[in-house]
């Protein structure tokens, strides 16, 4: 009963420390979640106000311009030609606002992909750096449940060993009690060999 309820413990010891880990990679990764988006979200719209202020300049620079030559040539135009003029320009002010424009959405997707890209990269990190911390805690927690057996097995083997000495040293059975320890005491030997072996693979591969 004793060793049941400390195997008990044990798992129990177990499961609170995975929790706690799951926990906390659980908050990291939404921390990094919400920094993230709102990285991503400032940096494209930081870039997306500075592309229309500049569609907006070149669009003002254009008029400007547009508006210098034909006072310049005010005098010496028809009044259709000049309804000519203005009636092209504002087909051409069109065609470029909707170019630069165009630039301008192009640039601001080319970004968001970017940083998509990178959100991604940093999930498959997340999700690795999640899986080892786990694979450690399973690793130790197999540990700790292989030292809890062992000693548990110990503690039986050694009542079990003390029970049938007494019995045979009881009976003048002396040398026959010598062999049967020295048996004992090297299965024990290659028993605990077996399962450090064990331990090691299992830790190398965790790591």
């Known amino acids: 009963k004793q060793w049941y309820q400390r195997r008990v413990r044990v798992v129990k ?3 609170d420390k995975r929790t706690a880990v799951i926990d906390r990679l659980n908050k990291e990764e939404e921390t990094q979640r919400e920094a993230d988006e709102k990285e991503e979200t400032l940096r494209s719209t930081r870039l997306a106000e500075t592309l229309t202020s500049k569609v907006h300049s070149s669009l003002s620079a254009k008029e ?3 508006i210098k030559e034909l006072k310049e040539r005010e005098h010496q135009l028809e009044e259709n030609e000049k309804e000519r003029l203005m009636k092209e320009h504002a087909g051409e002010m069109a065609k470029l606002k909707e170019t630069l424009t165009a630039q301008k959405d ?3 997707s080319s970004m968001k992909a970017r940083l998509e890209e990178r959100r991604k990269l ?5 999700q690795e750096k999640r899986a080892a911390e786990l694979e450690k805690v399973r690793v130790e927690g197999e540990k ?4 809890a057996e062992e000693g548990e097995a110990k503690e039986k083997e050694k009542a079990a060993l003390s029970t049938l000495v007494h019995d045979m040293l009881d009976v003048g059975m002396d040398g026959k ?5 020295h048996h004992m005491l090297t ?3 290659l028993k605990e060999r077996v399962m450090l072996d ?10």
């Open 122 to 126: 940093k999930e498959i990190k997340m």
């Open 177 to 181: 009690a010598q062999a049967i320890i």
């Open 64 to 66: 400007a311009e547009f």
């Open 13 to 15: 010891s177990l499961d």
């Open 144 to 147: 700790e449940i292989t030292q």
């Open 198 to 207: 064990r331990q090691q693979k299992s830790e190398l591969a965790a790591a």
């Open 187 to 189: 299965q024990r030997h």
């Open 106 to 108: 192009k640039q601001v």
